[in-house]
């Protein structure tokens, strides 16, 4: 057995422990197998242990990936900052992305989208935990830009994602989930039909899905340390 067909084995009962902790189906949380600065071989041997879902940060290295696996119908999410030069390319080449935090990029993604692609699937990023270093909307500003990316054409919003600021035990953790919960209900009771709330990493995965994650994305537990320099 491999280390990452063990990794996987690993983190998928993981899933299923804490999903049935929060009295939930393991099959409503969808794993992202987060692979920014592995190789294609890694990708590819995740993907023959059953993985088909994978989430990028930078886009030159994603859309290398995307060239050496074509022969893979690999589900890509980007979940990386997004600079707004760089668009057409994730607009042209991603199922999801994660990390839309203002109205321009989705404005952009919208108009670059093409129309033989089905619509691309939006999160908008929430800075939840207020902290300067990280991108994303804050939660005052969700509502107004979830309705408005909800009208734009070529893009389908489907939820919420997050980055918690770091915490050590489940309740600390489980405090800013709960308000991405709490905001995903807020916005719903204002009429729209999200389904989505990505959040939760290798450190805090099962304090995520006992807060309704639907969506967890997974790195290190699966790939392992990284070791080679990141790359935009």
């Not at 393991?26 to 995740?46: C, D, G, H, Q, W």
């Not at 980055?163 to 991405?180: F, G, N, T, W």
Request: proline share 6%.
């Amino acid at each position: 057995m491999t280390a990452i067909l063990s990794n996987l084995q690993a983190v998928r009962a993981a899933i299923h422990r804490a999903a049935h902790a929060a009295n939930r189906n393991a099959e409503s949380v969808t794993l992202l197998a987060v692979s920014k600065t592995f190789p294609p071989s890694a990708i590819r041997e995740a993907y023959a242990a059953g993985q088909t879902c994978f989430g990028e940060n930078y886009l030159q290295e994603a859309l290398d990936k995307m060239q050496a696996l074509a022969d893979l119908p690999i589900e890509w999410h980007f979940i990386g900052p997004i600079q707004s030069n760089k668009t057409r390319p994730i607009a042209e080449n991603f199922s999801w992305v994660h990390s839309v935090d203002r109205l321009k990029v989705a404005e952009r993604l919208s108009e670059q989208r093409p129309p033989d692609l089905p619509p691309l699937n939006i999160c908008l990023q929430v800075n939840i935990s207020g902290e300067e270093s990280k991108s994303g909307a804050t939660p005052h500003e969700v509502s107004a830009l979830a309705h408005a990316i909800s009208r734009l054409p070529r893009l389908k919003l489907r939820g919420l994602m997050a980055i918690p600021a770091p915490a050590d035990d489940e309740a600390a953790q489980r405090k800013p989930l709960s308000a991405m919960r709490a905001l995903l209900q807020q916005v719903n009771s204002e009429g729209l039909q999200l389904d989505t709330l990505s959040m939760g990493m290798s450190h805090d995965m099962a304090a995520a899905i006992l807060e309704g994650s639907t969506m967890v994305r997974i790195g290190t537990a699966i790939f392992g340390i990284r070791t080679r320099t990141e790359k935009s």
